[in-house]
């Protein structure tokens, strides 16, 4: 429903993307919890917390100290608890074989770091509003892949 | 052995419906899409009682009228899309007025109202979800699947796939087929 809120979570290294990222979500229409993490372990460890409410979107950077991206990815679809929570990989690479990779190990939606402040609210707002459609309907999940 | 099974998902739920409020004794009508009239009211108990029976099948009852209407005319596309024969002949809206007894500008507002989308691209979307199903499939050809779900020419529904998932579809069918193949090899 348009009044719900959302829960996003966000693990990237990078303070100013995650500020960027932030204000992004914050002038988009649909209304979200934003939940930000500075690298993979912080996420996972949060993640794995008895009683919280799970994040319906997961967007992770690849690049991280302590723990990467595709690591969170992989133990997110093999934990029962998180397997079909919605990953969002948001990365600037935009190597053709990372991104096939990261569909295949599991990840719903691939983003490459958009250039401009526009540009990144229109995908968020994309993804947040495809993954809505997926949460509602019946649509089959194991079919769902977004490259933006 | 592995064999691919096709759901009718009206004939489906309404076998599921019917067992269930058999087994529980209560008189009642199904009413086109989603809809349920039981001739005597229950009380808070027995509709609990409902609710938790069918609940187990992932059948939720919906208290809010809204949302309720939002479901059915979700249901209705759905029958559409899936190749509800009359339904191929009328366009969406004709479809989804005569079949909800609504007028289309009503239902067109509610639906963008509460679902972050519209009906027109709902519409798309369960097209394209029918059109991964059988490119995963792999017995027809996209030339078929593009007839198969209406759309004007093949081009047509590769340019509404790539925009729909940014992918085209053979990069789509590579990605869900290693998908498979790797967890076949972890098991």
């Known amino acids: 429903m348009a009044l719900h809120t959302l829960n996003i979570a966000l693990a990237d290294d990078d303070e100013d993307d995650r500020l960027l990222f932030k204000d992004a979500i914050e002038e988009i229409k649909i209304k979200t919890k934003l939940s930000l993490f500075t690298n993979g372990k912080e996420l996972m460890d949060y993640l794995m917390l008895p009683n919280i409410i799970l994040p319906e979107v997961i967007f992770l950077d690849l690049n991280m100290p302590v723990k990467n991206g595709m690591e ?7 934990n029962s608890k998180l397997r079909d929570l919605s990953v969002a990989i948001y990365s600037t690479s935009s190597s053709e074989k990372d991104i096939e990779e990261t569909f ?32 509602t ?3 089959n999940r194991d079919n769902f892949l977004l490259r933006i | 052995m592995i064999i691919n099974v ?7 739920c309404k076998k599921i419906l019917c067992q269930q409020l058999d087994a529980m004794g209560l008189a009642y009508t199904l009413r086109g899409i989603g809809e349920i009239e039981l001739k005597t009211t229950p009380d808070k108990q027995q509709l609990l009682s409902i609710a938790e029976n069918l609940s187990d099948f992932g059948i939720e009852i919906i208290s809010d009228q809204q949302t309720a209407l939002v479901q059915r005319i979700k249901d209705a596309i759905t029958l559409l899309v899936n190749g509800d024969e009359d339904a191929q002949k009328y366009n969406v809206s004709t479809y989804l007025s005569e079949k909800l007894d609504y007028s289309y500008a009503y239902l067109s507002n509610l639906f963008s109202e509460v679902t972050h989308t519209s009906i027109e691209n709902f519409v798309i979307l369960k097209k394209i979800d029918v059109a991964k199903a059988l490119i995963i499939n792999k017995d027809l050809t996209l030339t078929e699947i593009a007839y198969k779900l209406n759309y004007s020419s093949v081009a047509h529904l590769s340019a509404q796939f790539k925009k729909t998932t940014g992918l085209t579809p053979s990069t789509f069918q590579k990605i869900i087929q290693k998908r498979k193949e790797r967890i076949l090899a972890q098991q």
């Open chain 1, 137 to 139: 309907s019946a649509l």
């Open chain 1, 72 to 78: 969170c990815l992989k133990e997110i679809r093999n």
């Open chain 1, 104 to 135: 295949i190990s599991g990840a719903n939606i691939y983003i490459n770091k958009p250039n401009s402040f526009g540009d990144l609210k229109s995908a968020i707002e994309k993804v947040l509003q495809l993954n809505w459609q997926y949460q």
């Open chain 2, 6 to 12: 096709k759901f009718n998902f009206n004939a489906l």
